[in-house]
């Protein structure tokens, strides 16, 4: 294995040596290609492009940047992240959701701060004492007086509050009250800034594009196209070409789909490969026009 490793690096080092490195597609040190030419050596991925190549020094020179767009495939379908992104309704009903439960906690815990400020209920002795202790638990946990993990309560058969659990000191309790005070002032600023921030959402900054299937071709159709037009001097194109026989894919689709069933043994389809390549396009597009 340590000399497989060391004839991979070689290769890439003999590139380096040989012909200056990788073509100039993008700026990245000889270290940013060390992890993908090691998973993917020319030997394993020259068949995915070599029916576009002109030579064999075009075919080394672009090795490192298929074998890069390989591995970052490989790694985003591995760890298969941000499927779930919402639709922008779906941001106005979280947004609306936070402001709801900022109202309920505050409104729950003023509530049980009164009911244990009431008086003593003779037919339930201990009732109001140990609604008092949870409401200066809750108090001084949230004031950092005590640890995270609170022991379970134990009452006094003789009714008093001394509790292991709070701290009777009166200079610690009026320091959790305020503290008491402070969160409930900063949920009632959390709801009212809810409240102001709903009108200021912008639906069409959070609208994305067509959902796809495999989120993460976006990215490999937009590596793989500056690959393909350094790589053959070809435009990239999902187009189909017409022939009296049938429609055949184009070059670059063929291209996208070999890299894609190296990297992580899955096949897009055409309409993913197509529906990623818009995507990109009308990115590229709106972030190269004015404003």
């Not at 497989?4 to 040190?29: C, T, V």
């Not at 509050?161 to 900063?186: H, M, T, Y």
Request: proline share 7%; net charge negative; with cysteine.
């Amino acid at each position: 294995m340590a000399g497989e490793e060391k004839s991979i690096l070689s290769e890439l080092q003999a590139l380096y040596q040989d012909l200056g490195g990788p073509s100039p597609i993008d700026e990245f040190e000889q270290s940013d290609f060390q992890g993908p030419c090691e998973n993917f050596p020319l030997k394993t991925i020259w068949d995915t492009y070599r029916d576009w190549v002109a030579d064999k020094n075009t075919a080394r020179r672009h090795w490192p940047w298929v074998a890069l767009s390989a591995n970052e495939y490989k790694k985003c379908r591995e760890k298969r992240n941000y499927y779930d992104e919402p639709k922008p309704s779906e941001i106005v009903t979280l947004l609306n959701r936070i402001g709801a439960n900022a109202d309920h906690l505050a409104n729950d815990l003023d509530h049980l701060h009164r009911l244990s400020g009431r008086l003593d209920d003779p037919g339930a002795p201990f009732r109001r004492g140990h609604l008092n202790w949870i409401n200066e638990f809750l108090k001084q946990n949230l004031a950092g007086a005590l640890g995270s993990n609170p022991p379970s309560p134990r009452i006094n058969t003789d009714n008093s509050d001394k509790s292991p659990d709070v701290i009777n000191d009166p200079d610690v309790q009026q320091w959790s009250s305020r503290a008491f005070g402070e969160f409930l002032g900063r949920l009632t600023v959390l709801s009212d800034a809810v409240r102001r921030v709903r009108s200021k959402v912008d639906a069409e900054l959070l609208r994305r594009p067509r959902p796809q299937k495999d989120p993460d071709l976006y990215y490999l159709v937009w590596g793989a196209a500056l690959v393909w037009e350094s790589m053959t001097g070809r435009k990239a194109s999902v187009n189909k070409v017409v022939s009296e026989q049938k429609d055949s894919l184009p070059d670059f689709v063929i291209f996208v789909t070999n890299v894609a069933k190296l990297a992580a043994n899955h096949e897009p389809s055409y309409d993913e490969i197509a529906t990623s390549f818009r995507n990109w396009k009308s990115a590229e597009k709106k972030s190269q026009s004015p404003g």
